[in-house]
């Protein structure tokens, strides 16, 4: 009698075991899979910022390049011309003006391209925004009459400045002046550039490059 009693217990043993296992097995499942959940929208959500920051990157190169690329090619133009004004022991102080206000120029483009960047994402650095805004605003004062124009004797050539094809120019040589869009500054850098060309007897080659510049 006492091994038909012993029975059942030791029945009831192996099942508990059983269900032991099941459950230890249920638990480890249920944790792989919300380890594996987790790893999947972290890799998923990498991923996307990753194409998210691809695609900003290539609309931002392809901007940035096609709005720079000519005032870049001047500047390289304008360097060249410095390099063969010293191999000629030519000193030229409108070359030196015209290079210096051509990357004025060029910084003024970056801080614009930045200005619209900021403008369509929000979330850019409020102060860097601010700052611009503030830089464009003390320009705007010293450049402005009182009629709202540029005040030509202050900002179309600083003081004391060589006389030259500088003194003709009928354009604010100041970069962030509003009196002229960037495009238009950049045309009369350019046209600048061309009149120094003739001046110092450069190659035609050379206008006829600056004169491709200007048409595109």
């Avoid at 003390?138 to 400045?161: F, P, Y």
């Avoid at 950049?186 to 046209?191: N, P």
């Amino acid at each position: 009698m006492s091994w038909v009693k012993s029975v059942p217990s030791s029945g009831d043993d192996v099942f508990d075991e059983e269900e032991d296992d099941l459950s230890l097995q249920n638990k480890e499942w249920r944790t792989n899979m919300e380890k594996r959940a987790k790893e999947g929208y972290r890799d998923g959500a990498d991923a996307g910022k990753e194409a998210s920051l691809q695609h900003g990157f290539n609309a931002g190169y392809r901007e940035g390049a096609a709005k720079m690329v000519a005032i870049g090619q001047l500047k390289g133009i304008l360097s060249a011309m410095q390099c063969w004004c010293q191999q000629q022991h030519l000193n030229s102080p409108l070359l030196r003006q015209l290079l210096q206000d051509v990357v004025k120029h060029e910084e003024a483009m970056v801080r614009n391209m930045e200005m619209e960047m900021a403008k369509l994402h929000p979330q850019a650095n409020v102060r860097d925004v601010t700052d611009h805004m503030e830089d464009l605003a003390v320009w705007g004062a010293d450049c402005a009459s009182e009629e709202g124009d540029c005040a030509m004797k202050d900002c179309s050539r600083e003081e004391g400045a060589e006389e030259g094809i500088f003194s003709s120019l009928s354009v604010c040589r100041n970069p962030t002046c509003d009196t002229f869009s960037l495009e238009q500054r950049l045309g009369q850098l350019m046209k600048t550039c061309l009149e120094l060309v003739a001046e110092l007897g450069l190659p035609e080659e050379l206008s006829h490059h600056i004169k491709q510049l200007m048409s595109t």
